[in-house]
């Protein structure tokens, strides 16, 4: 415990770091086991960041100014250091993933595992939109290898930078430094700049996971190494001031890692970036103070010393445990904690420490630079894609396909249907990709919301992402019946006034209420629809009470079924009154289980059937409503969605029906367009 293995010559150990290392990497991990009180523990990733700027750049200057430093060999220590256990871990999860989840799970995370081994993640997910506070939603075991991958696109180019600030400082080595701080500072400056434009712009995932927006925190560990190379004295200060700045640096981290603050993770990523800084400054100002003592706890090195494994093990360990129990957030957080810490113990052992140690690869780094190159492309190209694209059936699976007592020829084989051309929507149909992507319309501009022109009535489709599922069925029935149809639907937003989702980040949320007061101010005044269709989600079942609601109004309180019966009945008749049609297309029946998982994991189509659901509390009051209030119509689309109701297929004349638990396949949405256009003339919609 005196000196680690990683220790640099020149560079003075400091035990409190790896204690720092620990706190971090286990506030994580309590935020991933999904803890309210420990609701901000992902800032845990901006202590890292910030640790390894300064870690790092002090290193650095240590070797240059010893004139020792060689980019092959810097490179070297960082591929001997995290390529190993990091490739151990992807080529593990993905071994583990051929033996527990479906095809089409499996499929889905080639990207993810292809960008984590080439060290691209960030941008990857960025790409996708992927919402990382919504980590309950994202089953991707490598969803955290996105700061791994920001870690390694600074190690790339930091040094860089730094060689060529000493280059230009030959003449007065002595003023290397101060140029460095000047640098780092500057570019950490820029960093936040983009962050504040990335946020103004709505990309609050691109700002989350983005290098340009989250290298000031790297930057900002740099210039704090910067300055105490170059002004010693500001390490040196008395040392109860240092004590005094330890206490309140870790009282503020811990506040912040709580769920006491409401902030904006952003802006709690600089206040957690700013307080470690002070608290790195205080632990190097007075290595004998309180918190650096406490930080200096044996076990609490140890923990740090392995905090890279455990961070590695511990989110891949959590999604599997996710799939198949459900244990309240402070069980879970013990298991996955106990495994994860366990599993990096064992790497840095077996695998990490005789790589790390080895004076043969150590005196190689030319070899071992290409070599780690190598591996991640071999990895990320060829051996990992090529594991998760078997077709092998899981050995244990979180859904399991159930058996029937149906005759052999009347069953429906699953062989040779393409699951992914289940997400495809025909050309013809006049909507572009897979409607994967919401489309809020915003903006002044209402061509852009118009999917088709036509000459009679005018339809808007509003509302969440069940409102985006019926986008191709309801451009199959403007073309067919002449209409005009406009979009504006945006994910997990719910469309009656009034009512929001509760399992949504701050950003969406303000995003949501912009939308929504966008639309009922703006587009529908100016587009004058007809008929406004909001299909429903259903929050009574037990999958849908996942998705809880609440009022905008924190003094309207109730049951699910109650708020969203109350705002509908109000957004629905206030619409009404102003003399607009109304259409409230009812839920569609929920399977308890992922459709497509389990058709992928199946042999036959009916062992994926699931019963209907009866009409729900919300739904028995949209019919009311639709009695009571002219202009406004229910339209219960469960007889064409499950033509053999009571139970619903999970594949019909050959087409996959569901995306998930309660959304329609594009295709099937397609499919089902003339009898949804025959329901809404009947129902007097239309």
């Known amino acids: 415990m005196t000196r680690p293995a990683t220790a640099h010559p020149g560079v003075t150990y400091r035990p409190a770091l790896d204690g720092l290392r620990s706190v971090a990497v286990y506030l994580v991990v309590a935020f991933h086991a999904g803890m309210a009180s420990v609701a901000g523990g992902f800032l845990g990733v901006d202590i890292f960041f910030v640790l390894s700027g300064y870690?790092?750049?002090?290193?650095?200057?240590?070797?240059?100014?010893?004139?020792?430093?060689?980019?092959?060999?810097?490179?070297?220590?960082?591929?001997?250091?995290?390529?190993?256990?990091?490739?151990?871990?992807?080529?593990?999860?993905?071994?583990?993933?051929?033996?527990?989840?479906?095809?089409?799970?499996?499929?889905?995370?080639?990207?993810?595992?292809?960008?984590?081994?080439l060290y691209y993640s960030n941008w990857h997910f960025a790409g996708q939109a992927t919402n990382y506070f919504a980590h309950n939603n994202n089953p991707t075991p490598f969803l955290h290898f996105w700061s791994l991958s920001v870690e390694e696109q600074f190690y790339v180019a930091w040094p860089l930078t730094m060689v060529a600030v000493w280059r230009l400082s030959r003449r007065n080595p002595s003023t290397a430094p101060r140029r460095l701080l000047l640098v780092s500072l500057a570019a950490a400056a820029l960093s936040l700049v983009a962050l504040v434009l990335t946020l103004r712009a709505g990309q609050t995932d691109l700002a989350y996971y983005g290098t340009h927006t989250r290298v000031y925190q790297l930057l900002g560990?740099?210039?704090?190494?910067?300055?105490?190379?170059?002004?010693?004295?500001?390490?040196?200060?008395?040392?109860?001031?240092?004590?005094?700045?330890?206490?309140?640096?870790?009282?503020?981290?811990?506040?912040?890692?709580?769920?006491?603050?409401?902030?904006?993770?952003?802006?709690?990523?600089?206040?957690?970036?700013?307080?470690?800084?002070?608290?790195?400054?205080?632990?190097?100002?007075?290595?004998?103070?309180?918190?650096?003592?406490?930080?200096?706890?044996?076990?609490?090195?140890?923990?740090?010393?392995?905090?890279?494994?455990?961070?590695?093990?511990?989110?891949?360990?959590?999604?599997?445990?996710?799939?198949?129990?459900?244990?309240?957030?402070?069980?879970?957080?013990?298991?996955?904690?106990?495994?994860?810490?366990?599993?990096?113990?064992?790497?840095?052992?077996?695998?990490?420490?005789?790589?790390?140690?080895?004076?043969?690869?150590?005196?190689?780094?030319?070899?071992?630079?290409?070599?780690?190159?190598?591996?991640?492309?071999?990895?990320?190209?060829?051996?990992?894609?090529?594991?998760?694209?078997?077709?092998?059936?899981?050995?244990?699976?979180?859904?399991?396909?159930?058996?029937?007592?149906?005759?052999?020829?009347?069953?429906?084989s699953l062989t040779g249907l393409d699951l992914q051309a289940a997400t495809q929507i025909p050309r013809w149909s006049d909507v572009a990709g897979t409607v994967a992507k919401d489309q809020i319309c915003l903006g002044s501009d209402l061509d852009k919301c118009i999917v088709h022109h036509g000459h009679g009535k005018r339809v808007l489709l509003m509302g969440d992402s069940h409102a985006g599922m019926l986008v191709p069925a309801l451009a199959a029935i403007a073309r067919r019946d002449d209409l005009t149809l406009a979009t504006a639907w945006m994910s997990a937003c719910a469309w009656?006034?009034?009512?929001?989702?509760?399992?949504?980040?701050?950003?969406?949320?303000?995003?949501?209420?912009?939308?929504?007061?966008?639309?009922?101010?703006?587009?529908?005044?100016?587009?004058?629809?007809?008929?406004?269709?909001?299909?429903?989600?259903?929050?009574?079942?037990?999958?849908?009470?996942?998705?809880?609601?609440?009022?905008?109004?924190?003094?309207?309180?109730?049951?699910?079924?109650?708020?969203?019966?109350?705002?509908?009945?109000?957004?629905?008749?206030?619409?009404?009154?102003?003399?607009?049609?109304?259409?409230?297309?009812?839920?569609?029946?929920?399977?308890?289980?992922?459709?497509?998982?389990?058709?992928s994991g199946a042999r036959f189509a009916d062992q994926c059937q699931f019963p209907a659901d009866g009409p729900s509390r919300a739904e028995r009051s949209y019919r009311r409503l639709a009695r009571e209030v002219p202009g406004v119509h229910d339209i219960d689309i469960d007889p064409i969605v499950c033509p053999r109701l009571p139970m619903c297929d999970a594949v019909t004349s050959g087409m996959v029906t569901r995306l998930d638990h309660d959304h329609l396949t594009p295709r099937f949405s397609v499919s089902i367009a003339g009898e949804l256009d025959d329901l809404l003339h009947q129902e007097g919609a239309l």
Not at 88 to 113: E, H, N, Q
Not at 308 to 326: K, N
């Open 55 to 117: 870690l790092v750049t002090l290193l650095v200057i240590g070797d240059l100014h010893g004139d020792r430093f060689t980019l092959l060999g810097f490179y070297n220590r960082r591929v001997r250091r995290l390529l190993p256990a990091a490739l151990l871990v992807l080529g593990t999860v993905c071994v583990v993933w051929l033996l527990i989840a479906s095809p089409i799970d499996r499929a889905a995370i080639i990207g993810d595992a292809r960008s984590a081994a």
């Open 221 to 412: 560990g740099a210039a704090l190494a910067a300055a105490s190379t170059m002004a010693p004295r500001l390490m040196s200060v008395p040392g109860r001031a240092a004590v005094a700045v330890q206490v309140m640096a870790l009282a503020a981290i811990v506040v912040l890692a709580s769920g006491m603050l409401h902030l904006d993770p952003s802006v709690r990523g600089i206040a957690a970036a700013a307080a470690t800084i002070a608290l790195l400054w205080s632990l190097e100002a007075n290595p004998a103070g309180a918190g650096a003592r406490l930080l200096s706890l044996s076990w609490l090195v140890y923990l740090g010393q392995i905090s890279y494994g455990t961070y590695l093990w511990h989110y891949p360990v959590t999604v599997v445990v996710r799939r198949f129990a459900d244990m309240p957030p402070w069980q879970l957080y013990v298991l996955v904690a106990i495994v994860a810490t366990g599993l990096a113990a064992l790497s840095q052992q077996l695998l990490e420490l005789p790589i790390r140690k080895s004076r043969h690869l150590a005196a190689a780094p030319r070899m071992v630079v290409v070599a780690g190159i190598a591996a991640s492309l071999v990895a990320g190209v060829v051996a990992l894609p090529r594991i998760l694209e078997s077709p092998r059936l899981p050995t244990i699976s979180a859904v399991a396909p159930h058996t029937t007592n149906l005759p052999a020829d009347e069953r429906t």
């Open 496 to 599: 009656p006034q009034g009512l929001m989702f509760v399992q949504m980040t701050p950003e969406a949320s303000d995003t949501c209420t912009a939308a929504k007061k966008h639309w009922y101010e703006y587009v529908i005044p100016r587009f004058k629809p007809d008929l406004i269709v909001v299909p429903s989600r259903a929050t009574d079942h037990t999958i849908g009470a996942a998705y809880a609601v609440k009022s905008v109004d924190p003094g309207i309180h109730g049951s699910i079924s109650h708020l969203l019966s109350r705002t509908v009945s109000d957004t629905a008749r206030e619409l009404a009154a102003k003399g607009y049609g109304v259409a409230i297309v009812e839920p569609v029946p929920i399977s308890n289980d992922n459709v497509m998982s389990c058709l």
